[in-house]
T-cell receptor, first 113, second 112 residues
Framework: GENVEQHPSTLSVQEGDSAVIKCTYS??????FPWYKQELGKRPQLIID?????GEKKDQRIAVTLNKTAKHFSLHITETQPEDSAVYFC????????????FGSGTKLNVKP | DVKVTQSSRYLVKRTGEKVFLECVQD?????MFWYRQDPGLGLRLIYF???????EKGDIPEGYSVSREKKERFSLILESASTNQTSMYLC???????????FGPGTRLLVL
């Protein structure tokens, strides 16, 4: 099966600093790489996604970069705020199915005020 | 706004019991998924379904089965619950391939 590795498992930053979370994957049939945010006690929700025809995508303070050759993609959060504190999951498509995704183990981000 | 609901938020069952977890989505999505979430392991796919009565195994199907008799409803069945099935179970749906998954609120299952 697919192997998605996500680092770091925990990340603590000061409010206003940047945070970077990285994921690598072993193989993929698809071009779609989403990131989900899960606040404490809540369901995961999509925050940004990228398709392989672009190398970077930005949405306000959040950006995602993708390097399909190296098989890694990263989430960048700038000017972090306390409400960014959550667990973030990357996901990569399976090598054999466009419907199936493998999730990383999650990064717990703590933004200190 | 997509709505995915799960039948229970918390459930306590005894070892050996048959357990049903139900998930309903109201957006006519083709795909539905069942994951379990454990600390440090992320979300692991148990089963998914891409159409009514169609299903495919995920990474950890052992001890589980699923049923999708109607498009909006996807059920996860634990044939004989065991303590190692204590976990958070998340249902999700998506409108098709390479599309956003929308998650339900989760069911926290405790098997004693």
């Amino acid at each position: 099966g697919e192997n998605v590795e996500q680092h770091p498992s925990t990340l603590s930053v000061q409010e206003g600093d940047s945070a970077v979370i990285k994921c690598t994957y072993s193989d993929s049939a698809s071009n779609y790489f989403p990131w989900y945010k899960q606040e404490l006690g809540k369901r995961p929700q999509l925050i940004i996604d990228i398709r392989s025809n672009v190398g970077e995508k930005k949405d306000q303070r959040i950006a995602v970069t993708l390097n399909k050759t190296a098989k890694h993609f990263s989430l960048h959060i700038t000017e972090t705020q306390p409400e960014d504190s959550a667990v973030y999951f990357c996901a990569a498509p399976s090598w054999d199915s466009f419907n199936k995704f493998y999730f990383g183990s999650g990064t717990k981000l703590n933004v200190k005020p | 706004d997509v709505k995915v609901t799960q039948s229970s938020r918390y459930l306590v069952k005894r070892t050996g019991e048959k357990v049903f977890l139900e998930c309903v989505q109201d957006m006519d999505h083709e795909n539905m998924f069942w994951y379990r979430q454990d600390p440090g392991l992320g979300l692991r796919l148990i089963y998914f379904s891409y159409d009514v009565k169609m299903k495919e195994k995920g990474d950890i199907p052992e001890g589980y089965s699923v049923s999708r008799e109607k498009k909006e409803r996807f059920s996860l069945i634990l044939e004989s619950a065991s303590t190692n099935q204590t976990s958070m179970y998340l249902c999700a749906s998506s409108p098709g391939q390479e599309k956003t998954q929308y998650f339900g609120p989760g069911t926290r299952l405790l098997v004693l």
